[in-house]
């Protein structure tokens, strides 16, 4: 495993409402510099309380937050504007969705921890954080990083309340889950996905039932529908019901010089 697929990035513990913070400052005109102050003053209380190390938990912390929002790799741009112009028609309750898409495409490892999770929830109702370590290690190498990593993503996860804790120690439930109906959002979404894949492609039915959108429920539309609402998508004809979704050309060629995604 090498380039992008094989870093790790997200490796605190994120809330969910650190990312609206983050996005709200972007969409109220802020530029880099403000927004990192912004983001210093909130979590001076929160994390690596009194610390002022360079790359201090605090500071890694900041620099998830602002690549997923503001300083987003090469390639993702357009995916980040469109997410920021959905937030601002959403409630708050229901703009998850547009942060979980965001942390998918810009951090593979992200996608990884939810896919592992969703499989594991789907097969047995439940997932055990020590499963989704290993199965994380086979993935990207025995080294404690990895597993570190995982169990914060996870911990993110019961923050964002889309895990419950159990009676069981390390064992987790489906949290809340939510509906998405709105045909724009759900092609944003598809987008997404496909941004921390492989090959930029897949089948829309396993797009829309992807396990590393677990705490979601798409409405199932046509993959012609979903190509429609985003300039950057296209389709190919694999089947009656089996139609291949695909990044375009040139949006799958930037994506690929910059990331490597895992097939979620």
Do not use: C
Not at 8 to 32: C, H, M, P, V
Not at 63 to 83: N, Q
Not at 166 to 171: A, E, F, L, R, S
Not at 221 to 235: D, G, K, Y
């Amino acid at each position: 495993m090498n380039g992008r697929k094989a870093q790790i990035g997200f490796s605190q513990r994120i809330r969910l409402e650190w990312f609206e913070k983050t996005a709200n400052l972007i969409l109220a005109g802020n530029d880099k510099t403000a927004v990192k102050d912004s983001l210093q003053e909130m979590l001076k209380d929160k994390v690596s309380v009194g610390g002022q190390a360079v790359r201090g938990n605090r500071e890694k912390a900041i620099t998830i937050l602002m690549k997923t929002w503001l300083t987003v790799p090469s390639g993702l741009e357009a995916l980040r504007d469109e997410g920021l112009k959905i937030l601002q028609g959403l409630p708050r309750k229901d703009r998850i969705a547009v942060h979980w898409g965001m942390a998918l495409a810009t951090y593979p490892f992200w996608g990884a921890v939810a896919a592992h999770t969703g499989r594991l929830l789907r097969l047995q109702g439940t997932a055990a954080a020590a499963h989704v370590q290993r199965r994380i290690k086979e993935q990207y190498g025995e080294r404690e990083t990895a597993s570190r990593a995982a169990r914060r993503v996870l911990r993110s996860f019961i923050d964002w309340g889309v895990l419950n804790e159990t009676q069981d120690k390390g064992v987790y439930a489906q949290g809340n889950q939510y509906s998405i109906q709105d045909p724009k959002l759900i092609a944003w979404l598809v987008e997404a996905s496909l941004h921390a894949r492989m090959n930029g492609s897949a089948a829309i039915k396993d797009l829309l039932d992807s396990p590393s959108i677990f705490p979601f429920r798409l409405a199932h539309v046509s993959a012609e529908h979903v190509a429609s609402l985003s300039p950057r998508l296209n389709i190919l004809r694999h089947g009656l019901d089996d139609d291949l979704v695909m990044l375009r050309e040139e949006h799958r060629k930037t994506t690929n010089r910059t990331r490597v995604g895992s097939s979620l």
